[in-house]
């Protein structure tokens, strides 16, 4: 296996986002990242979603017997990357894409924290696993789904533990909750006899399986019912909310043997793929940081470099952020985002494979210039798909803004991509989010956080 330590030197040579030591807005490529960051760290001040949640309505709830091979690749690459993503939070988001190539497949997989170390054997190994179950079996036994979600259970252990915790309190509240009702109800009897399953110390695996076992039982159902938001106005502290809660992570202790199942399902159908596969991880991206602010990061200036020349917006919008200022100290807030200490800006997985793919014209299994990420992209990374010229298959996402985003460092002397490659997509993307920006409206509250 080759983890492409030794190509990336060769091609991260030039270093051209780094910041230099000299001030920000010095040369080109720093006044491009300067004016990048300004409206993007801007928004995140204003409201860090800036969009509706998308989502894929083709793989989803559809049967997979009805899934094309196109969409059954996704599917399946998708599953692979959510089993890969062993712990909660951003640190392990993996992403992947699938190379064809004469003498089989590669499955590429990147991460955030670029530590593939652990999830390239693993990976390697359920595979393997899968292909020869591809190979022997025209059904999928229930043992075949038990032993790889085991595998799958066993590896995510941190993620498991991080639902178990986040699950404990809220499954308390829900119990006091159903506790104080009447003695005569035996509704509340048995739904707390029943959620004690959870309270219990059980073996993660038999808890998953458990989890996923009851994801469709009365009780499931009951407790999706307490806690639908109620039509009356309710605070913040309502029980609806901790029901709501223990629901979502019974539903996220089951979903690995649901993964698991459908990574079979998807196995069976797509054994070529299998047949003489190699798993390798995307060359590691140069660490890079974000440029300062600097005398010319003030609200007033950012919006009239935002907007085109002599518009005759600028003042408008100049009023409205200066009143946000007034009322919200708009100004220190926006600097502050500058200084965090804890901001270490990073190449998020689903944008190192696709520049990987992009730079090294990696021809995707299928011609389906597909990504699979174990979560929804962020509002940058869309922005990058969308500002990209590969025409990469436009992946779901939360828009949400991570201020520790940062577009990979490319060097232009290969030959494949173009000189002007990361500016012209900068250029589209800070003027995305200058759309984005102006689209906001000034609701007061918005801004509380
Ligand atoms: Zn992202």
Request: net charge positive; with cysteine.
């Amino acid at each position: 296996m080759v983890n492409g330590k030794k190509r990336c030197k060769e091609r991260v040579a030039t270093n051209s986002l780094m910041p230099s030591s000299k001030r920000p807005r010095f040369d080109g490529n720093e006044r491009r990242l300067s004016r990048f960051y300004e409206p993007l760290v801007l928004l995140y001040t204003l409201g860090r979603t800036r969009g509706e949640h998308t989502r894929d309505i083709t793989c989803n709830g559809t049967e997979f017997s009805n899934l094309s091979r196109k969409h059954l690749i996704r599917k399946f690459l998708c599953s692979l990357a959510y089993v890969c993503d062993y712990a909660k939070g951003g640190d392990t988001v993996t992403a992947i894409g699938l190379e064809s190539k004469p003498h089989g497949h590669t499955f590429w997989i990147a991460s955030n924290n670029n530590k593939t170390t652990k999830t390239v054997p693993f990976l390697e190994v359920l595979l393997a696993g899968m292909h020869q179950v591809s190979v022997e079996a025209t059904m999928i036994a229930p043992g075949q789904v038990e032993d790889l979600a085991a595998k799958c259970i066993d590896f995510a252990a941190p993620r498991i533990k991080a639902y178990r915790s986040h699950l404990k309190p809220v499954l308390r509240r829900c119990l006091n909750h159903l506790d104080d009702q009447d003695h005569d109800d035996n509704e509340a009897r048995d739904l707390s006899e029943w959620l004690q399953n959870w309270n219990d110390e059980r073996d993660p695996k038999d808890l998953c399986r458990f989890s996923y076992r009851e994801r469709k039982s009365d009780f499931m159902q009951l407790v999706a019912r307490l806690g639908t938001e109620p039509s009356y106005r309710s605070n913040k502290d309502a029980i609806y909310h901790a029901f709501s809660s223990v629901r979502h992570y019974i539903g996220r202790l089951g979903h690995h043997f649901r993964v698991a199942n459908d990574l079979l399902t998807c196995a069976s159908r797509l054994s070529d793929i299998l047949y003489g596969f190699e798993v390798q991880s995307v060359p590691i991206p140069t660490r890079s940081t974000i440029p300062p602010a600097d005398g010319k990061t003030t609200l007033d200036s950012v919006v009239s470099r935002m907007l085109p020349s002599q518009s005759p917006d600028v003042e408008r919008y100049q009023y409205n952020l200066a009143e946000m200022d007034t009322k919200y100290e708009l100004s220190r807030r926006f600097l502050d985002n500058y200084r965090d200490p804890n901001l270490k800006p990073r190449v998020h997985a689903e944008i190192q494979v696709l520049e990987h793919f992009h730079m090294d014209s990696l021809r995707f299994a299928d011609g389906n210039p597909f990504i699979a990420c174990s979560k929804p992209a962020c509002f940058c990374c869309l922005l990058y798909f969308r500002a990209h010229p590969g025409h990469f298959v436009e992946p779901t996402s939360h828009q949400k803004i991570y201020l520790n985003w940062r577009p990979p460092d490319l060097d232009a002397r290969m030959g494949i991509i173009g000189e002007h490659h990361q500016r012209d997509i900068l250029n589209v993307m800070t003027e995305a989010s200058g759309r984005s920006m102006r689209k906001f409206r000034h609701t007061p509250g918005i801004l509380i956080r």
